[in-house]
């Protein structure tokens, strides 16, 4: 049973528009949530992240969003770029500075079109 | 600053064979991982480490073996290479504790062919 879900696959946009990929979750014990972005033939690299005490989190042209009622997180790109093509995993921790495992979803693919 | 480093990049081997894959960290990390890469899965975690001697399993160990002498260094071994375990192969490592924020740092991956 998969905790961390990213149930589409592929997103396609216009440069210049709004990005928003989704995150589903269903352990209620993740506390902290994180996106790393993942370039062909390179390793994953940290975007952004959010504590569960949080709702919000911005940085530059990157927010994440939390609704932990939902079990859901949402990262916005504004505006996109061609640059922004990449894989976007969301993964999910427990117990912050436990043990420090994430869980990963299978990623979303996001084209950015000039 | 080399940070996460990776050895080989890319390799060929055939079923039966054992295969090392190399993870070598300067940033004297806590914590290290291995995980693997596979089209409809995502990162799936074989196994990790809190600490020098120190291993537990992940997701999908069966088939892999780790070791931690030094902080350093993690390598991952395929004492007997499967088709199955044809994948792309990633490090990480993590300072925890609660500063940290459980953030993962990754090397460029091994991609690791059994032929």
Not at chain 1, 18 to 46: R, V
Not at chain 1, 63 to 73: E, G, P, R, W
Not at chain 2, 60 to 87: C, H, I, M, W
Request: aromatic share 12%; net charge positive; hydrophobic share 35%.
């Amino acid at each position: 049973d998969q905790q961390v879900k990213q149930n589409s696959p592929s997103l396609s946009v216009q440069e210049g528009r709004i990005s928003i990929l989704n995150c589903d979750y269903t352990n209620s014990m993740f506390d902290y949530f994180l996106w790393y972005k993942k370039y062909p033939a390179e390793g994953p690299t940290f975007l952004i992240s959010i504590s569960s005490i949080k709702d919000k989190n911005e940085d530059g042209r990157f927010t994440v969003f939390l609704n932990k009622s939902a079990k859901h997180l949402s990262l916005h790109i504004v505006p996109s770029q061609p640059g922004d093509s990449a894989v976007y995993f969301c993964a999910a921790s427990a117990k912050t500075g436990a043990n420090s495992k994430l869980t990963f979803g299978k990623g979303i693919t996001l084209s950015v079109r000039p | 600053d080399a940070g996460i480093t990776q050895s080989p990049r890319y390799k060929i081997t055939e079923t039966g064979r054992q295969v090392t894959l190399m993870c070598h960290q300067t940033w004297s990390h806590s914590y290290m991982f291995w995980y693997r890469q596979d089209l409809g899965h995502g990162l799936r975690l074989i196994y990790y480490s809190a600490a020098a001697d120190i291993t537990d399993k992940g997701e999908v160990p069966d088939g892999y073996v780790v070791s931690r002498s030094k902080t350093e260094n993690f390598p991952l071994t395929l004492e007997s290479a499967t088709r199955s375990q044809t994948s792309v192969y990633f490090c990480a490592s993590s300072l925890a504790g609660s500063l940290a924020k459980n953030i993962q740092y990754f090397g460029a991956g091994t991609r690791l062919s059994v032929l």
